[in-house]
């Protein structure tokens, strides 16, 4: 799996999940549609207009796939619906110093890729939006401008990225094998 795509910034640090998609949107367990709610209260007017101002707005951005974000991205409570949103409002990755544990944990499960990068190659694609970007999940790599910086990813993550998998499929793709063993098990205990 590769993402090449174009980068958008989101400057700011600490970004939490209830401005990523605040609490009064989490009333779906439904992922479609959560997009349009993705930084709800910052993308939007009071009267629903978006802001010309706000980076996924801006016509240059209408096609960047690829968040770079600020240090601590993702921090505050848990919810699935923050990855779900930033998914369908088509974000592929995020790019970080900094990434919550929690919100990392989530975004990967849902196929949301959370790249933590170094502070120094974090910096310089925060300082130029709208830099192509390539980022190789077999390889656990960002690359950009001849330089190649290497992520933090599991091996069992790594495996459902690259399969296209949740880990509910990955325990349904063994289903046979799981069957087979309850079977074992069952004859060991009757005996």
């Known amino acids: 799996m590769r993402i090449d795509a174009t980068t958008v910034v989101l400057a700011t640090e600490n970004i939490d999940t209830d401005q990523i998609i605040p609490a009064r949107f989490l009333t779906t367990t439904e992922r479609k549609g959560l997009g349009k709610f ?3 209260d910052w993308r939007y007017e009071k009267d629903g207009s978006p802001r010309a101002d706000f980076a996924l707005n801006r016509p240059e951005n209408k096609l960047a ?3 770079v974000a600020g240090k601590n ?3 505050g409570s848990s919810r699935e619906h923050a990855p779900w949103a930033l998914l369908d409002a088509g974000i ?3 790019i970080s110093s900094e990434i919550a544990d ?3 944990s989530n975004a990967m499960k849902n196929g949301l890729l959370a790249c933590v990068i170094p502070a120094a190659a974090h910096a310089r694609l925060m300082a130029e939006p709208g830099k192509q970007v390539s980022i190789d ?3 656990a790599t960002v690359s950009f401008d001849g ?3 290497t992520f933090p990813l599991d091996p069992f993550t790594q ?3 690259l399969n296209g998998v949740d880990q509910l499929g990955f325990i349904l793709g063994h289903a046979a094998e799981i069957a087979a063993f309850e079977a074992s098990n069952q004859q060991k205990v009757a005996a």
């Open 38 to 40: 993705a930084f709800a």
């Open 65 to 67: 796939s690829i968040l």
């Open 73 to 75: 991205f993702g921090c």
């Open 92 to 94: 592929q990755a995020i």
């Open 102 to 104: 929690i919100f990392c």
């Open 137 to 139: 999940v077999k390889a």
């Open 147 to 149: 330089t190649s910086h």
């Open 159 to 161: 495996h459902c990225l």
